[in-house]
DNA sequence: GTTAGCACTCTTTCGGGTTGAGTGCTAACA
DNA sequence: TGTTAGCACTCAACCCGAAAGAGTGCTAAC
């Protein structure tokens, strides 16, 4: 049995119905909705067989369809065709220039949040590519040395170092000299055990101040643990009744606050590095508790070798399309963010 | 008529039983809880009377009873009392050095609503004395200065700004000591119109940079809005059925995703300046949403002039003897911690 | 002052009947 | 051969009333 036009327009209309009001769609309603002018009875006979090929369920014996992952995923499919051409059109929302990364960030989460009435999240930008832009140390008083680290793309890094006894101007401007030197423009991997003896050698008795400084360096450059994610209209899950039984919320609140499940959907997102929009439905999905769930997510690029995720949940009866553009506004936004900003 | 000793220990054996069980409670199970070996019947007159006094109510007329916020004041009251007495036993598990402040926070947090199985908040301590430690200029590359500002209790903060030509070494040394000569241990409430005017006259040409400086460091001074909050636990909210239907779970959830509306807390806790704990109870809540929880804060003191806030919020029938010691257990850690750890 | 007893109230629960939406199947129709 | 009307059937949802159970207030007796 094959797909063929009529069905196709059908199980479209199952499923843009279920879509709004969440409620399993019979044959009578899908007969006046469309413009096939066919009997309830046919519609049933049709939607037998689109059943039987698995894109609709029943939830039980005497009740309408719903659409099934596969259901949802032949939707989608069709639906980022249709926007594949589509011009999209920025919105100036964002465009009010804000002070700060997080704060744009926040923004932007929440402006998803309230135009979706999904749950949404952003990760601040990461660096994927790492190079030293600016070192510097400072003497902040006696005992303590500010080191101020620079990474391509602005990201600033301080460490308060301790030391035994006061350095004098002449060190500090020699130490300064020395890493900048060394250090200025060298990616994370090329800092290998030589360099760093090299460092150390030349630094003389304030080896243990380079070897310090290095140590920040490196955990600035892999500050996985602490990555930064932004949520928002978490609550909104309370709009959608399949979502709202005490377990199923209790376990998505606890992942949008704990956030460190949601970092599944940044590795997933980062193993194929892909520019694409992604959507998982329901079972797709990387985190169990989002079983229910369909998760949309994109990257954003940030200025140069800088990468972050956007991404959208809600219950599998999603507004594809709706999601879909506003992942899309957003992430250009971002997009361009960093050249006009910079 | 008055609270009588007898009258106490029922009022308590009824506050006590009501926290355990959640449900309205009957005189026959007071008749049995108790020692007072009283028959259910005796129980039931006290009861009507408490009820006259407004310490308890009923839900329903053929309902037992539960305590009324005056009946939880008193059951808190009694308790801190106690507690007053106790010499709080502190415990390790924050002093495994955490290498930074906002992990320590975030694990404070989480060890609380681990604890207590309620929702906990603590925040990042702000600094109400501010003063200026050491600031510093540097040159990034060809248009752009780095500009570090650390506060009394190190602070940092830093920020870009864009210059239009390269500044020589000789500028950057003389703006980094007219800067530190005139602002270093200055506080924020000292640096005035006359003091700025100052600034920008010896900076001559470079008063613009001076300003954008100046602005900066009032940014990092009075850094209200972008106040770290650090939550965990909200979905234990679904753990109280009282809490959990759809509307207050929703308020209380978006509560705390925003963080905005807890920053009452903070007010409210800053303005006595006390060094309490405090309960809320119900309606005495500062947090209109949060009606129908307590809510239990203190203040912490980190170091020289910064303080935080931590707090745990959950339903009325709270185990309020358990979240007290909580939270002095974790206050006093993070009160010894920045003496530990400097 | 305390208690036993009883009538009363009110919520909760459970079963059963009803309703209504929706299905599958069959037979008739174009 | 595809479409449709009709009908019997299923099943969740809803309403209703009865019964149970928890708990009270009151009164009379101890």
Same sequence: chains 1, 2.
Avoid: W
């Avoid at 590519?129 to 101020?148: C, G, P, W, Y």
């Amino acid at each position: 049995m094959e797909l063929d036009e009529r069905k196709t327009v059908i199980l479209q209309a199952i499923i843009k119905n279920y879509l709004e009001t969440g409620e399993p769609v019979g044959s009578r309603t899908i007969s006046k909705y469309t413009d096939l002018n066919l009997s309830s009875a046919t519609i049933r006979n049709e939607m037998a067989d689109l059943e039987e090929l698995g894109y609709i369920v029943q939830p039980h014996t005497s009740a309408g369809r719903i659409p099934s992952d596969k259901g949802y995923r032949f939707y989608v499919d069709a639906m980022m065709l249709k926007h594949e051409k589509e011009v999209e059109q920025l919105k100036d929302v964002l465009l009010e220039k804000e002070e700060k990364l997080d704060h744009m960030l926040k923004q932007a989460a929440k402006l998803m949040a309230v135009n979706t009435n999904y749950a949404t999240m952003v990760t601040a930008p990461r660096n994927y590519k790492n190079t030293i832009k600016f070192l510097q140390l400072s003497r902040m008083d006696e005992s303590h040395i500010l080191a101020v680290i620079v990474i391509e793309g602005n990201i600033i890094k301080n460490t308060v170092l301790d030391v035994a006894e006061k350095l004098d101007d002449e060190t500090m401007l020699k130490l300064n000299i020395l890493l900048n030197t060394h250090l200025n423009g060298v990616s994370a991997e090329e800092i290998n055990l030589g360099l760093i003896a090299t460092l150390k050698q030349q630094a003389g008795m304030y080896g243990p101040i380079i070897a310090e400084v290095i140590d920040a360096v490196a955990e600035t450059i892999k500050e996985d643990e602490d990555l930064e994610i932004y949520t928002s209209g978490a609550n909104n899950i309370f709009k959608y009744p399949e979502l709202s039984d005490n377990q199923k919320a209790s376990d998505l609140i606890n992942a949008f606050e704990e956030k460190q499940l949601l970092t599944q959907l940044i590795d997933e997102s980062d193993e194929e590095g892909s520019n694409e929009i992604k959507v998982y439905i329901g079972e797709e999905s990387p985190i169990q508790t989002m079983k229910d769930c369909s998760i949309v997510t994109a990257n954003y690029e940030f200025g140069d070798g800088m990468r972050g995720m956007i991404g959208i949940i809600g219950p599998k009866r999603m507004d594809y399309d709706k999601v879909v553009g506003t992942i899309k506004t957003i992430k250009s936004q971002l997009d361009t963010m960093y050249k006009k900003d910079n």
